[in-house]
């Protein structure tokens, strides 16, 4: 017979081997490691694309930033979005339809007659449409030769197209989009385009997508790429068989496979570039400064030990060009030269000032061209009372009507070119750069543009009329005509050669290194062809060259 004592003994017991139990599960529990429970490492919801999934992982978009502490996987949270087409047309799942992904998924015949068209608006899932539908200016053309380069394998495919909203964080922005580049995708979104697992190869007829946008910044350039998972470790942006059509308020990718595409906003020029640019032209500007100052010294001095140097203009314009680009280059120090813009109205006086030296250096040199055009290209008939007052009025005169108008529009004020962080590269005292656009454009793109039209042209006719000169031709047979050649370089200087180089900036960037070094370099130019041209002997240089005739008296003044 068991005793209540017996009893109690073995309940004690049973107690003792349960609390133990229990303590060696905790300790089991605690030796094993932990799994992971942050979703942007990309693990928890890899290969799920259910809604809950896809908008639980769609929040580290804005979680993984740069600012943001917490620990992201950006190559397994890509990969995720990139095999989510696959899943689309692995599962056939018809649409999908959340504030940060639109998707469709369609069944396409291999032997279609015309190329597809699908619309892509940002806040609509894509559908198929017509060619005569304006209403969709986003869209992407998949031409019907991709489609019957597969019949051979199948008579349907299954398409799969994406507009993902990839947000302001680290994701899909590749290595080369740091945070000093203001490089960005534009309105943060991604068009994907997939044939799920079929191996698509390049395509015999590139594809079109088109984005719409509004206005570009001045300083602001678009390029069409596509996500390359073979680059680096998480891949990156490329522009390898893409092109880039720019339009007013469109731009038209056409790229020859399927994937991921976006339009990158990148700066013309990068906070790098500016300031090497701002270096070499520091330099080239203080060096032109020196040689400007010592041309007006040089001619003060011809001037007082030559009697009949007061009374001929052609080195009264140079030295007026030579004091107006010495005025540009020091406006230029004073505006660069500071690590803060100004206040206001400061700032709107030295943006007046810079804009007003700049226009005088291109009036001066287009008077240089009309005063080559009368000695050298009309000759006779060339006498004006008080000639070099009225080129003087105009020189100066000019320009300054021009900056009131401009200045009366309140079109001066701060200008800056902004990196993503909204830092600034560059910033100057100039015109404003969102409100006096079309003042910048007509005041200083549509002047230079004048100027260099005559300048060029007038040129290229002393140019022509120097090398058939009879005393150029007769020893033609001898070989270059070198005399000739360094007599059109000098001139060059005077009309500002040095300048038309910007239009060849879009070109590239060296060619906008060509056009900084050279241009800054104005005044050196100036003072060689000053310092040939009338010291030490006028007689050796004007003996020499086919151009005599431009330190003639034609046009004498008579003031």
Request: proline share 4%.
């Amino acid at each position: 017979m068991v005793t209540p004592r017996t009893l109690e003994v073995l309940l004690l017991s049973l107690l003792l081997l349960w609390a133990s139990g229990m303590e060696n599960s905790r300790k089991e529990l605690k030796n094993e490691p932990e799994q992971p429970r942050n979703v942007c490492l990309g693990l928890i919801n890899k290969g799920q694309y259910e809604s809950f999934h896809l908008g639980n992982t769609a929040k580290c978009f804005s979680k993984c930033t740069q600012s943001n502490t917490e620990a992201c996987d950006l190559e397994n949270l890509q990969r995720y979005w990139l095999k989510f087409e696959d899943h689309l047309v692995e599962s056939q799942s018809g649409i999908v339809n959340m504030s940060f992904l639109k998707a469709a998924v369609q069944n396409v015949s291999t032997n279609i007659s015309e190329d597809l068209l699908f619309s892509l608006t940002p806040s609509q899932v894509p559908r198929q449409m017509t060619e005569d539908e304006h209403d969709h200016p986003d869209r992407v053309r998949l031409p019907r030769s991709l489609f019957e380069s597969l019949q051979g394998n199948r008579s349907e495919v299954w398409l799969a197209i994406t507009i993902l909203d990839i947000g302001p964080g680290n994701l899909f922005k590749g290595a080369q989009l740091s945070p000093e580049d203001s490089s960005h995708v534009l309105n943060n979104r991604l068009v994907g385009l997939s044939l799920g697992r079929i191996p698509v190869g390049p395509l015999v007829e590139p594809l079109e997508i088109t984005f719409s946008h509004q206005h570009l910044p001045p300083n602001m350039a678009l390029s069409c790429v596509f996500w390359d998972v073979t680059k680096g470790s998480t891949g990156r942006w490329s522009s390898t068989g893409c092109s880039t059509e720019l339009r007013a308020k469109r731009t038209i990718c056409r790229c020859n496979h399927l994937t991921f595409f976006a339009l990158l906003l990148r700066p013309i020029l990068d906070q790098a570039t500016v300031q090497a640019l701002v270096r070499i032209s520091r330099a080239g500007c203080g060096a032109s400064m020196i040689f400007l100052a010592s041309t007006v010294i040089l001619y003060a001095a011809l001037r007082f030990y030559r009697q009949r140097f007061k009374s001929e203009d052609a080195p009264k314009i140079h030295v007026a060009l030579s004091i107006s680009l010495f005025l540009l280059n020091l406006a230029f120090f004073i505006n660069v030269e500071r690590d803060r813009v100004p206040l206001d109205t400061v700032c709107w006086i030295q943006g007046a000032i810079f804009h007003y030296f700049l226009l005088c250096t291109f009036t001066w040199m287009g008077l240089e061209a009309f005063h080559l055009y009368l000695v050298v290209i009309k000759v006779f008939n060339t006498y004006f009372g008080h000639y070099f007052l009225k080129l003087s009025l105009v020189g100066w005169g000019l320009p300054a009507l021009i900056v009131i108008g401009t200045g009366s529009a309140n079109s001066y004020g701060r200008y800056a070119i902004y990196d993503k962080m909204n830092g600034t590269t560059l910033q100057l005292c100039w015109f404003h750069e969102k409100t006096a656009l079309s003042a910048l454009y007509i005041t200083v793109h549509g002047y230079f543009l004048v100027t260099f039209l005559f300048s060029a042209v007038v040129l290229g006719l002393v140019a022509w009329k120097i090398f058939t000169l009879p005393s150029a031709t007769v020893g033609r047979e001898q070989g270059l005509n070198w005399k000739g050649v360094l007599t059109v370089l000098g001139l060059s200087s005077l009309v500002g050669v040095t300048w038309w180089l910007a239009i060849l900036t879009p070109l590239g960037l060296s060619t906008i290194y060509v056009f900084a070094l050279f241009n800054s370099l104005q005044g050196v130019f100036i003072f060689c062809w000053f310092a040939t041209l009338y010291f030490p002997s006028r007689g050796a240089m004007s003996s020499s060259s086919g151009t005599a005739r431009v330190d003639q008296v034609h046009t004498t003044s008579h003031e």
